[in-house]
């Protein structure tokens, strides 16, 4: 069975390790507030939201908060360019798993997110 990858948007420099670089979960809820792409999805948590975006994946893309990033499980392009822009309200970046940093599609691409 194929594991998820996770993507990260966080201030820290390394997203596992934020305690004092965190983003707030009202942060979050203010962002998804102010963006008509993205709907809060209660019953898959507090701070889950779902984007009506343009995404590859017939289930859509979402995002959620959790002790202080923000994260979705094997990005598309698509998503991927919608987290950047997160990022850049948050003044935060996009992280993966593995500490890799995201600034472009083409970042995505040459660490084989995407594959």
Same mark, same amino acid.
């Given at each position: 069975m194929m594991m998820g990858y996770d993507v990260h948007i966080t201030r820290a420099e390394d997203w596992w390790d934020n305690a004092s670089h965190q983003i707030s979960s009202q942060e979050w809820l +203010?962002?998804?507030?102010?963006? $008509? @792409? *993205?709907? *809060? +999805?209660p019953k898959s948590g507090p701070y889950f939201a779902i984007w009506n975006g343009e995404?590859? =994946? $017939? #289930? !859509? @893309? #979402? /995002?959620? #908060? /959790? +002790?202080g990033d923000i994260h979705t499980k094997n990005p598309d392009h698509h998503t991927l360019l919608k987290m950047l822009q997160l990022a850049a309200i948050l003044n935060a970046k996009v992280q993966g798993d593995d500490g890799e940093i =995201?600034?472009?599609? +083409?970042? !995505?691409?040459?660490? !084989? *997110? /995407?594959?």
């Amino acid at each position: 069975m194929m594991m998820g990858y996770d993507v990260h948007i966080t201030r820290a420099e390394d997203w596992w390790d934020n305690a004092s670089h965190q983003i707030s979960s009202q942060e979050w809820l +203010e962002t998804i507030s102010h963006d $008509p @792409a *993205l709907t *809060l +999805e209660p019953k898959s948590g507090p701070y889950f939201a779902i984007w009506n975006g343009e995404c590859s =994946y $017939p #289930w !859509g @893309a #979402w /995002f959620d #908060w /959790f +002790e202080g990033d923000i994260h979705t499980k094997n990005p598309d392009h698509h998503t991927l360019l919608k987290m950047l822009q997160l990022a850049a309200i948050l003044n935060a970046k996009v992280q993966g798993d593995d500490g890799e940093i =995201y600034q472009s599609i +083409e970042d !995505g691409i040459k660490s !084989g *997110l /995407f594959n």
